[in-house]
């Protein structure tokens, strides 16, 4: 499903002291088949954006507000916002914000936290229950489960009558991913995915949303403040500012933006250091920034170039 | 939805209601409480809530967290007014319509229209303290307020701890609160619809992670008081001090106007009905 957002904002608290705009004027594209990576430091918005995606955050409806008082002489209205995910149209009231909870799956920041059931097999069934047409077959619940907890890796037969919380952190991350991705979504939003896990973790982790992503998922959106992370794994990258979208671009592009970038407050990844600081020696390594294309690149250098 | 409960939720602004000393404001609401019980008839409410609308207006309060707070209380109010309305029995009352035990009295309309307004005046003048002074200050005044009790050794510092730790939690808790809702609405789980028995199960799943998260948060607390080597109230001093200023003397002249006020219209221009 494609992702469409133009003009979009929010505040929260509105019209109270506590108001805190969050996003301005956002527009943004996400096409069906990307893994798509959204970065930004601190408040600038992200988690925000994506609980729009699933109808958690309503888009405000500025033209209501705009239409009710009596425009001034010469005052512009504010554009129409405009938030499409496939067939949905979350400005409309009227949309089916079930269907589309189970078309857009969304995983929260640090997701272990909202474990809840006895077993791990009675949390993962948790959302495949909910969103069942009707009251689905003890068999079919089985099998949903099964292959939800084998695809994020662990054992089913190990831990599906375990307690959710005798898991290691890790695992309790891939049983919360788990029990997102047993509705088959066909968009998959995850907000720090892998926030707080130590580097193999991460990896295990980010190699785990590509294959979600190969096999069931068509679209993936992470969020993350990690460079490293997104220049590694995605095939587009919106960096958010303050509330607002300032590029959206493939990373290697984006790095070209270095200065702009730090600030922003965000850092180069290493290989995009090593390859702009190269290129400023007059060595253009043309590479997509991950690790193994670097070293593959810098090893086809001809010899001479390698010693200097 | 859970942001509404105005309880508890201090409205930052600049104003001389929230300059006041803590204590004053609390000694206040006590007399603005016994002076509410004290009136017997509507000049005496009429006088209280001249008091309270002024220092509503004094305190910069919009008037729609006014009105929120005495939503709160709406279903009390109802219930009392219908009780009082359907039931009031005296002698002599006129009667305007009758229907097997249910009797409607001109004196029983009068009647509960004094309880609203008494029971309204009561909660906006609680919110108006909240809305007007920081949990923390609150309980600062609470815990200087009771200082004497400490004579027959009550805990009065362990007491004002746990209060401010509970108030500072509060908010903690409710965005908590919404954030696991979130997470859960997103699998799926429905809050709003079904029957009490389906909507009291749709809980579970919000409740069970929220207990773990507060008992995980306690236990944080408690770590860190203790790597602080926090040993109770004994010797400590405080960062602000409390102090009344000309202000707070004002007050007291005012509350115990309201009281002398309410007490000679009580004597002499007699009860409501
Ligand atoms: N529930 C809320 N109530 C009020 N303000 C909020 C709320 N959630 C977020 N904000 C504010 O909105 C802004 C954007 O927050 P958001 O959570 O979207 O940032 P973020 O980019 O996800 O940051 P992080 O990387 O820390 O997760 C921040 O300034 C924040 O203070
Ligand atoms: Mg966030």
């Given at each position: ?11 929260y ?7 805190a ?5 956002v ?14 430091h601190?408040g600038?918005?992200k ?10 955050l ?6 209501k ?9 010469g005052?512009i ?10 067939q949905?149209?979350?400005?409309d009231k009227?949309?089916d914000?079930r269907?589309?909870r189970?078309?857009v799956?969304?995983?929260?920041q640090?997701p272990?936290y ?13 959302g ?7 009251k689905p077959?003890e ?10 907890i ?20 890790g695992q ?5 991913i ?28 980010m ?9 069931w998922?068509?679209t993936?959106?992470i969020v993350s403040h990690d460079?490293?992370e997104i220049?590694e ?6 960096v958010?500012?303050d ?6 671009l ?30 400023r ?28 | 939805?859970l942001k509404?409960v105005?309880?508890g ?16 404001k ?23 809530a001249?008091?309270?609308f ?25 219930f009392t007014?219908?009780?009082n ?10 009667i305007?319509w ?18 609203i307004?008494?029971?309204f005046?009561l ?9 007007t002074?920081?949990?923390v200050s609150l ?11 400490k004579?027959?050794?009550f805990?009065v510092?362990?007491l ?7 108030l500072?939690f509060?908010?903690?808790?409710m ?14 789980a ?8 389906r ?7 919000v ?9 995980r ?16 109230g004994?010797?400590?001093t ?7 200023a000309?202000g ?22 007699g009860?409501?009905v």
């Amino acid at each position: 499903m494609r992702i469409r957002a133009e003009h979009l904002s929010y505040t929260y608290n509105a019209d109270t002291p506590f108001a805190a705009h969050a996003l301005h004027d956002v527009t943004l594209t996400i096409e069906e088949g990307e893994f798509f990576g959204i970065i930004g430091h601190t408040g600038s918005g992200k988690s925000t954006f994506v609980q729009h995606l699933n109808g958690l955050l309503r888009v405000p409806s500025s033209m209501k507000k705009y239409r009710r008082k009596k425009p001034k002489k010469g005052e512009i209205p504010p554009p129409e916002p405009v938030l499409q995910v496939g067939q949905f149209d979350l400005t409309d009231k009227k949309t089916d914000f079930r269907a589309l909870r189970r078309s857009v799956g969304t995983v929260f920041q640090y997701p272990e936290y909202q474990l809840f059931a006895e077993t791990v097999f009675e949390d993962v069934a948790f959302g495949y229950r909910n969103f069942a047409e009707k009251k689905p077959m003890e068999h079919e619940t089985q099998e949903a489960v099964k292959e939800a907890i084998e695809m994020v890796g662990l054992n089913y037969g190990e831990v599906r009558g375990m307690s959710p919380f005798e898991l290691s952190g890790g695992q309790k991350r891939r049983v919360a991913i788990a029990g997102v991705i047993v509705t088959r979504p066909a968009v998959l939003v995850l907000d720090e995915p892998a926030a707080g896990l130590d580097p193999l973790g991460k990896q295990e982790v980010m190699d785990l949303l590509h294959r979600i992503h190969r096999e069931w998922c068509r679209t993936v959106v992470i969020v993350s403040h990690d460079m490293d992370e997104i220049a590694e794994n995605c095939t587009h990258a919106a960096v958010f500012s303050d509330g607002e979208v300032k590029y959206v671009l493939p990373p290697r592009e984006l790095f070209r933006h270095e200065k702009e970038l730090l600030d922003m407050g965000l850092e180069l990844p290493l290989v995009a250091k090593l390859c702009l600081s190269l290129e400023r020696q007059g060595i253009a390594i043309d590479c997509d920034f991950t690790e193994e294309d670097f070293i593959r690149k810098v090893l086809a250098l001809p010899r001479q170039m390698r010693i200097c | 939805m859970l942001k509404d409960v105005s309880f508890g939720q201090y409205y930052p602004v600049e104003s001389f209601v929230h300059r006041l000393d803590p204590r004053t404001k609390l000694l206040f609401v006590i007399a603005y409480i016994a002076a509410i019980f004290l009136s017997k008839n509507f000049y005496g409410l009429a006088a209280c809530a001249a008091v309270l609308f002024a220092a509503i207006g004094f305190a910069k309060i919009p008037l729609r967290k006014i009105v929120r707070s005495m939503k709160g209380v709406l279903f009390l109010v109802v219930f009392t007014a219908v009780i009082n309305i359907f039931f009031y029995r005296s002698e002599g009352a006129r009667i305007l319509w009758e229907w097997k035990i249910f009797r409607i009295t001109a004196e029983g309309l009068i009647f509960s229209g004094f309880l609203i307004a008494r029971l309204f005046l009561l909660v906006i003048c609680a919110s108006l303290l909240t809305l007007t002074t920081t949990p923390v200050s609150l309980t600062d005044g609470v815990e200087s307020l009771l200082t004497p009790l400490k004579w027959v050794r009550f805990p009065v510092h362990e007491l004002a701890l746990i209060m401010s730790i509970a108030l500072r939690f509060i908010p903690i808790l409710m965005d908590e609160t919404d954030r696991i809702m979130n997470a859960q609405k997103a699998r799926g789980a429905d809050f709003e619809t079904g029957g009490p028995i389906r909507r009291i199960r749709a809980i579970i799943p919000v409740i069970i992670p929220l207990l773990l998260s507060a008992f995980r948060r306690a236990d944080e607390l408690g770590d860190a008081m203790d790597a602080r080597c926090y040993t109770g109230g004994k010797n400590r001093t405080k960062y602000k001090k409390l102090r009344f200023a000309a202000g707070d003397f004002a007050m007291f002249v005012l509350a115990a106007a309201l009281i002398a006020g309410v007490v000679l219209m009580r004597i002499y221009l007699g009860a409501p009905v």
